[in-house]
């Protein structure tokens, strides 16, 4: 990070802060790389999704994301409130991954009988990778 640069304030944080996260997808997997200090913040550097494995992804508001039961327990991840909640939160069956930092839109992805039960990520593009991810999931 550059001298001087600040956190985010609200609305839209800085984009390097976003686009250290990469979504690619493939038929049977969606894979989800961490990079900069989203990596740093989540402890935690690639997720590997079974396609099989999603149920659904969509694109919304992250103030409207419920959250999960048991979710106020974080580890490994750093929260600070109204600015950061990134890494694993909850217990299974109830685990969540989190790397979101002030975004107004998140993609969430839902997912059956695997680590997590819910990924919330601050993409670019939410709506369109949730689109995408969806094609892959059926």
């Known amino acids: ?9 609200a609305g839209q944080p800085p984009s390097f802060w976003v686009m250290s996260i990469e979504v690619s997808i493939e038929p049977e997997f969606v894979h989800v ?6 990596a740093l ?9 079974p396609a099989g494995q999603i149920v659904r992804s969509r694109a919304m508001a992250r103030r ?5 039961e048991g979710t106020w327990l974080r580890a490994p991840g ?8 990134h890494g694993s939160y909850g217990r299974p069956p109830h685990r969540e991954f989190w790397a979101v930092f002030r975004q107004e839109r998140v993609l969430v992805i839902e997912l059956r ?26």
């Open 41 to 49: 913040l989540a402890l935690k550097r690639r997720l590997d999704l």
């Open 64 to 68: 409207d994301v419920p959250r999960g």
């Open 78 to 85: 750093t929260y600070v409130p109204g600015l950061v909640r």
């Open 33 to 38: 790389e961490l990079g900069g200090i989203n």
């Open 113 to 138: 009988d695997w680590d997590y039960a819910r990924l919330v990520l601050a993409v670019e593009q939410p709506e369109l990778l949730a689109a995408n991810i969806a094609s892959v999931s059926r």
């Open 1 to 9: 990070m550059a001298v001087g640069a600040a956190f985010p304030t």
